[in-house]
Each structure stands twice: as structure tokens, then as C-alpha cells.
């Protein structure tokens, strides 16, 4: 990923990667909000959240021209079921884990998978490569520690298919040919899973109407148009550089929360945060220097 393109314009998946780093965030903290204050059930949370998404997609490309003039449904079962098993695993593993705990298995779970895909693929990291991952890695878990108690078995069984499933699902849209449409297809495709929980949530869901209004910005903003420029991004990324920088999330977050949610910054967050964003500057730069 080279940060500058011709004639010293920044690179457009560094734009891209940003933009996708901030709606990973988002949900983030459209989840805490909704499932941490009780607003609603995971069920309905899930299926409000894959739904909106599928529906905000499908009535987008319909105003583009040509965009749905096609024989089949795009994207894949794989990238839907990987999407469906990371968003109700997500969900339901936050109501029985504390945020920092559920970052450090989710973040892990999805640096596990990745990394190891990228090194049965005979992708090796360099030293340098290895020492700013390491550094990014360790500043992540120092910023995450204080909030990390004894984790509930079952919800970090569920967070650990909720990382996997995100590796997959990101691993999946590499080489993306239409990030938009393949998205939406996505979507739709991981709308059918939904069928259960939207009985559920009829029968014996609890959903305000905060917590749906939630659900349904996580699901068009932050889900729906986030992931389309994630995949949009990938196409400039190697999957050793497409894992690292997903480790700048939590700073992100935790960076949202004291914006928005009023929580206090600390030494620790900007130390952690340096440290963290250093590291994966780091290793990109280090990377892109042993290719050229």
C-alpha cells in the first residue's frame, strides 16, 4: 500500500482503508450503545442490522444505471454465511463479555486467521515487517488491558467465530471486481440466515425504538457502505497489511467514545495509541521498501 499516488496525490486506499477503519468503529460503538444499555435483543439487533444493510444496498444500485441488469444474485454463500456467523457471533458475545475483553479475542481471533492464511499462502514477513506487527500488536493489548476480567467461555467461543468469520469474510473479497455489488449481494445473501431471528424478534424480541434506530444506522452506515469500501480497499492491500491495519479499530473506538460518549482520555490511551499506529506505519513502510 503506497501512501502517495502520481505526482504526490495521496493513494486512494489509504483514503478507502480509513474510511473502513472509522465505520468498523462505529459499529463497535452503535453495538455498545444498543446491546450495552438493553435497547435490544442480539436476535433482532442482528437481523434489523444485515437487513437494512441488504435493502439500503439493493434500492442504491438501483439508481445506478446498468448496476442491476443482471442474471444472478453477486457475491457468494461463503462471504454471507462468514458474514451472518461474524454479526450474530459479534452480538451475542457482547452481552456476556466486557468491550476490552471481546476487542482482544475478536481482534486476535481475526490476526490468527489472516496472518495464518497469508503464511500457508508462503507470504513471510520481514524482520522489520515482524517487529512493527509485534510492536502494533502489544500496544493494542496494553491500551485494552485495564478493562480485561476472567471472559465467560461461551462468549469468547462466540467471539472467536466472530473474528474468524470477519477474516474469511474479508479474506473472500480480495480481488473484488464490483465492491459494491458484490456487498450487496452479500447482504442479501446473508438476509435469507436471517429468517430465525426475525421470527424470533417478533415473537419474543425486545427492541425499543432507539435500539432499532441504532441497529438500522449500523446496518446502512457503518455495515452496509463501510463494507463496500473495505472491499473497495483490499484490491490495493496484501493480507498481511489488510490484518495489521485492522488493529488501528480499538484506538479508533476508544477514540469515538471520549469524543461522543464523554469518556475521559488517558496517558494510557495516548501511549497505547502512538504505539499502535507507529507499529502498523511501520511494517507498511518496511514492506513497501523491501518490494521496491
Known amino acids: 500500500m503506497r501512501l502517495t499516488g502520481r505526482e504526490g496525490e495521496m493513494n486512494p486506499v489509504v483514503g478507502l482503508t480509513v474510511a473502513a477503519m472509522i465505520a468498523f468503529a462505529a459499529n463497535s460503538l452503535l453495538a455498545r450503545l444498543a446491546l450495552g444499555a438493553g435497547s435490544i435483543d442480539a436476535a433482532s439487533y442482528t437481523a434489523l442490522r444485515i437487513v437494512s444493510g441488504a435493502l439500503f444496498l439493493f434500492f442504491f444500485l438501483c439508481r445506478q444505471p446498468g448496476q442491476v441488469k443482471m442474471p444472478a444474485i453477486p457475491g457468494n454463500w461463503i462471504a454471507a454465511g462468514a458474514l451472518f456467523a461474524y454479526a450474530i457471533a459479534f452480538s451475542l458475545a457482547y452481552l456476556m463479555l466486557g468491550a476490552a475483553t471481546g476487542a482482544l479475542i475478536l481482534f486476535s481471533s481475526v490476526q490468527a486467521t489472516m496472518v495464518g492464511f497469508s503464511l500457508i499462502r508462503g507470504e513471510r514477513m520481514s524482520l522489520f515487517e515482524l517487529a512493527g506487527f509485534t510492536v502494533a500488536f502489544l500496544a493494542f493489548v496494553y491500551l485494552i488491558l485495564p478493562g480485561i476480567g476472567t471472559p465467560d467461555p461461551l462468549g469468547s467461543l462466540l467471539m472467536v467465530i466472530s473474528g474468524i468469520s470477519w477474516g474469511i469474510y474479508t479474506l473472500r473479497g480480495r480481488g473484488s471486481a464490483n465492491p459494491l455489488k458484490e456487498t450487496a449481494g452479500n447482504f442479501l445473501r446473508a438476509s435469507a440466515f436471517c429468517v430465525p431471528l426475525a421470527i424470533y424478534a417478533l415473537v419474543a424480541g425486545n427492541a425499543t425504538l432507539r435500539g ?70 511501520f511494517a507498511i513502510v518496511a514492506k513497501r521498501k523491501r518490494r521496491g
Request: proline share 1%.
Open 212 to 281: 432499532a434506530g441504532l441497529a438500522i444506522v449500523s446496518g446502512v452506515v457503518a455495515s452496509g457502505l463501510g463494507y463496500s469500501l473495505w472491499y473497495r480497499a483490499l484490491g490495493g492491500l496484501s493480507t498481511f497489511q489488510a490484518a495489521l491495519v485492522q488493529l488501528s479499530v480499538p484506538v479508533i473506538a476508544a477514540l469515538g467514545a471520549i469524543l461522543f460518549l464523554n469518556e475521559g482520555i488517558t496517558l494510557r490511551f495516548v501511549i497505547a495509541s502512538l504505539f499502535v499506529l507507529g507499529g502498523i506505519a
